[in-house]
C-alpha cells in the first residue's frame, strides 16, 4: 500500500485547487479521477452549456435583426455540427488545462479509475491499495431519473452533449434550470420543445412573479409548458419515438416527441465509493454529512462539492475547497454558514437571485419592504432591445439590510453581484441607494429603484 499525505477523490471545481494548495506546502498528494478532470462544470455542466446557450443567443439575435434595421439576415440556418465543435474545443481547453496543471505538479501523483474505500484511511484504484491520515471526497453528483419504460432511450444533461442531430421535439421532464436552459437553447436552434413540470408553476425554488415571466419570455418564444403534471410516466412511441404521460388537470394526458430529457434534479456520487466500509455516514438522500467546516463523521476526512448536500453550484464547490484550505492552513474560522445563497438560471435573459425570496420573508414573518422596476422601463435594456423581465429588492424593514433580490432581464448575471457585496458587507441598503452608477446601464437603476421602496 502507498501512503500519501493527503488523497483527493474527484477532479472537479474543489479538487485540484486543493491538491494545488496542499502540495504547494510539501504534502504528498494523490488525486483520483475516474473520468474526466473539471468535474460537471467544465465537462457537461456550465462550460458546455453556456457555448451552446451562446450560440443559440447569437441564431435568435439574427432571426430579430430586422427590429435593428438589419435586414436579410434572418435567412440562416444552424450547423449544428459547428455549435458542437466550438462547444467542444472550449471544453478540452478547460479539461485538459487542469489535467496538465495536476499532472506537471511533482508533489502530485494522478490516479485514473474509480475510488473505492477499503475502510475509513484507505482506497483501492484499479489494482493499486493508497491510505492517508487526510482524505478529501469531491465526487460530486449526476441527473435524477423519473419512472419510465424499461429500454427507454432517454437524454439527460450529460447525453444530450452526445446528440448527432438536433431533436425534431424534444421533451423536457423538469421545469427548473436545467430544464428551462435546454428548452430555449433548443427551440432557438429549430426544435420543438415542450417542458413538463409536475409542480404548479416553473422554477418551484422562485416567488410566483417570477416563475410566471420567465413562463412568459419562454412561451412568446413558441415552447410549450405544462404544468401540473401529476402523473408522469414515459415509453417508447413506434410512431414519434417516445410518448410521455402527464395526466394534467387541462389538456392532453400525453405529449408524444422524438426525444426526451430527464431534468428533475441531481442525486450525490456516493453510492460506488464503497462507504459501507467506513464510518462516514450520509443522510437520507445520499449526500455525505459535514458540519459547518466540511468534515465528515469520520476524522480526517472531508466532503466538498455537490456531494455533501450543502451547494449544488460550481461557485460553492469552490468556496468548500476555500474553507477547508482556510482551517487546514491558515489556522482560520471561515464556515458553510458565511455564504449568502446566491445563483443564476442562464436562460435569455439570465435570472438572477441572492439571498431570500419574498414568499421566505413572508413565510418567516420579517417586516420587510419591496422595491420593484420592470425592465422596460430600464433606458439600456429599450436601447438594446432586450427589454423583458424585471428587478426586484427586499429589504429589512427596521435593519435595512438587504434580505434578497432578484433580477430577470438582460445583464442580469453580472448585475446581481453589486447588491450580493453590499449584503456582504452587511451594509444598508441606502449604501447602494445613494450610490452614483453610470449612465447608461442596467445597474443604474438600481438606486432609483431602492428610492420607492413600499411595505410587503
Known amino acids: 500500500m502507498t501512503h500519501f499525505d493527503a488523497i483527493i477523490i474527484g477532479a472537479g471545481q474543489a479538487g485540484p485547487p486543493l491538491a494545488s494548495r496542499l502540495a504547494s506546502e510539501g504534502y504528498k498528494v494523490a488525486i483520483v479521477e475516474r473520468k474526466f478532470f473539471g468535474g460537471t462544470c467544465v465537462n457537461t455542466g456550465c462550460t458546455p452549456t453556456e457555448a451552446m446557450v451562446a450560440s443559440a443567443k447569437v441564431a435568435h439575435t439574427v432571426k430579430h435583426a430586422s ?12 450547423d449544428f455540427d459547428q455549435v458542437k465543435k466550438r462547444r467542444d474545443e472550449i471544453v478540452m481547453q478547460s479539461r485538459e488545462g487542469i489535467e496538465t496543471w495536476m499532472e506537471e505538479d511533482e508533489n502530485i501523483t494522478v490516479f485514473r479509475g474509480q475510488a473505492h474505500f477499503i475502510n475509513n484511511k484507505a482506497l483501492q484504484i484499479n489494482d493499486e491499495e493508497i491510505d492517508a491520515e487526510k482524505i478529501f471526497i469531491n465526487v460530486g453528483g449526476r441527473a435524477r431519473i423519473a419512472d419510465h419504460e424499461e429500454g427507454l432511450e432517454y437524454l439527460t444533461n450529460s447525453t444530450i452533449m452526445n446528440l448527432a442531430e438536433l431533436p425534431e421535439h424534444l421533451v423536457i421532464i423538469g421545469g427548473s434550470y ?17 417542458i413538463i413540470e409536475k409542480g404548479e408553476y416553473l422554477l418551484s ?3 410566483q412573479d417570477v416563475s410566471e415571466n420567465v413562463r412568459q419570455i419562454l412561451e412568446k418564444e413558441g415552447i410549450h409548458v405544462r404544468t401540473q403534471a401529476e402523473c408522469i410516466y414515459a415509453k417508447s412511441s413506434e410512431e414519434d419515438g417516445v410518448e410521455v404521460e402527464i395526466n394534467c388537470t387541462d389538456g392532453e394526458p400525453a405529449v408524444s416527441g422524438s426525444h426526451v430529457l430527464y431534468a428533475i434534479g441531481r442525486i450525490p456520487n456516493t453510492d460506488d465509493l464503497g462507504l459501507e466500509n467506513t464510518d462516514i455516514e450520509l443522510d437520507e438522500q445520499g449526500y455525505i454529512k459535514t458540519d459547518e467546516c466540511l468534515a465528515t463523521t469520520v476524522g480526517g476526512v472531508w466532503a466538498l462539492g455537490d456531494c455533501n448536500g450543502k451547494g449544488a453550484f460550481t461557485h460553492t464547490a469552490y468556496n468548500d475547497f476555500e474553507i477547508v484550505e482556510d482551517h487546514l492552513l491558515n489556522g482560520g474560522t471561515r464556515k458553510v454558514s458565511d455564504r449568502i445563497a446566491c445563483y443564476a438560471l442562464y436562460m435569455d435573459p439570465p435570472l438572477a437571485r441572492v439571498g431570500m425570496t419574498e414568499k421566505e420573508v413572508k413565510e418567516k414573518g420579517i417586516k420587510a419592504l419591496k422595491a420593484e422596476m420592470p425592465m422596460n422601463k430600464v433606458a439600456r435594456a429599450k436601447e438594446k432591445g432586450e427589454s423583458e423581465g424585471f428587478m426586484k429588492v427586499i429589504v429589512d424593514a427596521e435593519s435595512h439590510l438587504i434580505l434578497g433580490a432578484s433580477i430577470l432581464g438582460v445583464g442580469g448575471d453580472e448585475i446581481i453581484h453589486s447588491i450580493i457585496d453590499v449584503m456582504y458587507a452587511k451594509q444598508p441598503y441606502e449604501v447602494i441607494k445613494n450610490a452614483v452608477h453610470i449612465h447608461p446601464t442596467v445597474s443604474e437603476l438600481i438606486p432609483t429603484m431602492l428610492a420607492d421602496l413600499k411595505e410587503i
Not at 178 to 194: I, L
Open 67 to 78: 427590429t435593428h434595421g438589419v435586414i436579410g439576415a434572418s435567412n440562416f440556418k444552424i
Open 178 to 194: 436545467v430544464g428551462v436552459e435546454f428548452a430555449q437553447m433548443f427551440r432557438r436552434f429549430g426544435s420543438k420543445v415542450t
Open 205 to 207: 425554488r422562485e416567488d
